[in-house]
């Protein structure tokens, strides 16, 4: 079988009419005084007309080191790799996610899924809608933070005209046990498959 095409980040991938962004890494001069390493643009993906995500950062383990600059390379190697799902297994990803403007369509089939992650999303523009697998709903706006502790959850962007955009931090967690039962990671999103799949490698 063969694999997926990977996704494609790029400065000029950016969908939204949002503010760029730019990415700022910390370290240190031979003295040990804190020094910029490095400043980039956001580098974005396409996920399909109306949503795109900026990868910020990674880490491949709980206990990161700084030392020589390895994390730093280990999260290059893995962006380069194309192999990175919504998680880093036992390590952490930041992303930044713009939703487009709801559609009849998109309103009604919101992106449902669950990692096995403790996630904190943090939103930064507009207004989006936390969904639960329950029936509940929470309206966020900016400035709101959900803490995601490895539920089945969906992100709608409540608004029918402006974009929205929500920053993530997704910690690799142990899986949830509810009455005996573990809850496996899952995603019933309406993507193209491709797409899907990447991201469905490692939930």
Not at 153 to 177: D, G, P
């Amino acid at each position: 079988m063969s694999s997926s095409p990977k996704l494609e980040y790029s400065e000029s991938n950016q969908l939204s009419p949002l503010p760029a962004v730019e990415r700022h890494i910390t370290g240190h001069n031979d003295d040990g005084l804190a020094v910029f390493h490095s400043s980039k643009p956001g580098a974005w993906a396409k996920l399909g007309p109306s949503l795109a995500f900026n990868v910020v950062y990674t880490t491949s383990v709980p206990k990161p080191s700084m030392n020589n600059d390895i994390d730093i390379s280990t999260h290059e190697s893995v962006m380069e790799s194309g192999k990175l799902g919504l998680v880093s297994p036992n390590g952490s990803v930041c992303r930044m996610v713009d939703f487009g403007p709801s559609t009849t369509d998109a309103h009604a089939k919101p992106i449902m899924h669950r990692t096995q992650s403790l996630d904190y999303g943090i939103v930064l523009e507009g207004e989006v809608e936390c969904v639960l697998d329950s029936g509940e709903v929470r309206l966020m706006k900016r400035g709101d933070i959900a803490v995601q502790r490895g539920t089945m959850h969906a992100w709608r962007n409540a608004s029918t005209t402006e974009w929205a955009r929500i920053i993530f931090v997704l910690l690799s967690a142990e899986k949830v046990n509810v009455q005996g039962q573990e809850l496996e990671a899952d995603f019933k999103g309406e993507l193209p498959e491709a797409v899907k799949n990447q991201l469905a490698g490692e939930l």
